[in-house]
């Protein structure tokens, strides 16, 4: 039975009755009309309308695909009557209304002069609807408490976001291989990729590099550094190469992590800042660095409480709304994430952790940004060299990483004396590199007393041991 022209259309794609959705039946009609009587209509909606399905009405997105499907065609114009014929072997003819329908769209108006303006209306329309969708989504999403709220107001953040990009009318990137080749070949004839963070010690950066788009995973056994290797990674991040990072901190709180900076950047012990007994010496040394840490607005330590995957992202997302789009995320550490909801007994721990691998992967994507997770390694491989196998809980982490880097501490070869006692060194070896070389061990001593690792050879701008 063919449907009539004015029948209203159903509850579609989670949006209110058409009586209560933004939507003008008409516009949609006139628009249709237009492209059925002239190509110079089809380019006119063509060019305003959204990739997406701009049209309430299921029926007339079916018209508007099927136009353009003929349009592309050689040696074929859209009218009424190829369009009707092309519905028909593609058995959506009736669906639509029927050949009736196609010339009542054209009846709507007289000419396609003003299909521009009609389209101008549905796509306006269109963009409401889907700031309706949203809010409907996390009205639902918040009524059953399944989600944390983190994640919820990431989906729809995310949806506004794309919606302001829209509205922009940025053009889509050209991702064929003659777009990308010309940038391809000045990175090439530039000698290093601009975008690759190095670390601080030179050392490892002949090997490994920490690019956007990857996960970088640092395993370590309980109190092998690990800790402070990424805190040290960084602060010469944003500290020497100025560029914006998240530190997401789950092991210690920021006046810890405050600390350690301080004592890294001014070269104060460690211990005068816990105990807060800083001599005079001390004093001169954070003066030193006092206006640099005082203006580090790119630095953001977050210690949250019971931090989630869609927490992180959300602070990701946040920064990146003021303009400081980090350049490295550091993860402190994996298994202390803690795990999205789930419903009761979904997921056991290798899941969860799993789970928060692979999300830490798609913030890595999403946003285009090196991410650097520490993780920590099973007890058993304490007593020797660990192995990229060695991961607790979880061998996903393996899997979702590009880089890994394992960190261990080597067993102390001298006496040493009471005056000067011998130095505590960590090994750290590249496990995984996906695109470089691997099995690469390097060896950093370890500055306690001041919370740096140092190689013999560090990058430049890296501070320096104390006198």
Excluded at 100 to 115: D, E, F, K, R
Aim: one cysteine or more; proline letters at 6%; aromatic letters at 4%.
């Amino acid at each position: 039975m063919t449907a009539r022209h004015d029948e209203p259309p159903p509850d579609h794609r989670g949006l209110p009755a058409a009586s209560d959705a933004p939507c003008d039946i008409e516009a949609e009609q006139a628009v249709l009309g237009g492209m059925l009587l002239a190509t110079t209509g089809i380019n006119d909606a063509e060019r305003v309308l959204s990739s997406g399905p701009a049209f309430y009405w299921p029926r007339h997105e079916t018209i508007y695909r099927a136009i353009l499907t003929l349009h592309g065609a050689p040696d074929t114009r859209p009218d009424p009557i190829t369009v009707a014929d092309h519905l028909k072997r593609s058995g959506d003819l009736e669906k639509i209304g029927g050949a009736s329908y196609l010339h009542h769209c054209v009846q709507m108006i007289p000419t396609a002069a003003n299909t521009e303006w009609y389209a101008a209306i549905v796509q306006r329309l269109y963009r409401l609807r889907r700031l309706v969708a949203a809010g409907l989504d996390a009205a639902a999403a918040a009524r059953t408490a399944q989600a944390e709220p983190e994640a919820i107001l990431d989906r729809t953040l995310a949806t506004l976001q794309t919606l302001c990009a829209d509205a922009a009318g940025g053009a889509a990137p050209d991702l064929s291989v003659a777009g990308t080749w010309p940038a391809f070949v000045d990175e090439l004839s530039a000698g290093h990729d601009p975008e690759a963070l190095d670390s601080p010690w030179t050392d490892l950066n002949t090997t490994v590099q920490f690019k956007p788009r990857e996960l970088t995973v640092i395993g370590a056994a309980t109190g092998a550094y690990k800790s402070l290797t990424g805190m040290n990674l960084a602060a010469h991040v944003a500290l020497r190469r100025g560029r914006p990072v998240l530190f997401a901190s789950m092991e210690m709180a920021r006046k810890e992590l405050l600390a350690r900076l301080t004592a890294a950047e001014a070269g104060v012990k460690l211990g005068h800042l816990v105990r807060r007994r800083l001599t005079e010496d001390d004093w001169k040394r954070i003066a030193q660095v006092s206006d640099r840490l005082q203006h580090a607005t790119n630095f953001v330590l977050d210690d949250s409480a019971a931090l989630t995957v869609a927490k992180i992202r959300a602070r990701v997302r946040w920064m990146t709304t003021q303009d400081m789009a980090p350049g490295l995320v550091v993860v402190d550490y994996v298994q202390l994430v803690t795990p999205e909801a789930t419903p009761q007994g979904e997921a056991n721990r290798t899941q969860e952790v799993a789970r928060i691998s692979r999300g830490l992967k798609l913030i890595a994507d999403e946003f285009a940004v090196p991410v650097i997770a520490l993780a920590q390694l099973n007890r058993g491989s304490t007593g020797r060299k660990p192995l990229i196998t060695d991961f607790k809980d979880s061998s996903q982490i393996e899997q979702d990483a590009s880089v890994i880097l394992l960190l261990y501490r080597k067993p102390t070869t001298a006496l040493g004396s009471a005056a000067r006692p011998a130095a505590d060194t960590v090994g750290l070896i590249v496990g995984k590199n996906r695109n470089g070389r691997q099995g690469q061990e390097i060896t950093l001593h370890v500055q306690g007393e001041f919370a740096r690792l140092r190689c013999l050879a560090p990058a430049p701008g890296t501070p320096g041991d104390r006198a």
